[in-house]
């Protein structure tokens, strides 16, 4: 079954781990992503706090690896659960500061 599995997160990069490589030779990288904001929900605001992994590969990778902690982003990708099925994972496909 196909489906859309589309994902966009305004968040500041808190944690990353250096640059490693895949066997296949492939650059990653691991992120952990902060988001902040105030949602209406049922007529209500609501403060939102969410703090997502996130992995990146390729040169997504490397562009990351050089960025500072804290600075503000808008990531695109899709979510995955790991093989352990526990959580989810944001694999990050596209960014820009924000």
Known sequence: MRGVNLFRLQALIVQSGPLRFTPAGLPALDLLLEHQSNQLEAGVHRQCLLRLKAIAFGT????????????RWMFEGFLSSPRSLKGVTFHIQKFRQD
Do not use: D, R, S
């Open 60 to 71: 997504i990778a490397e562009q990351l690896a050089t960025q500072a902690l804290g600075g």
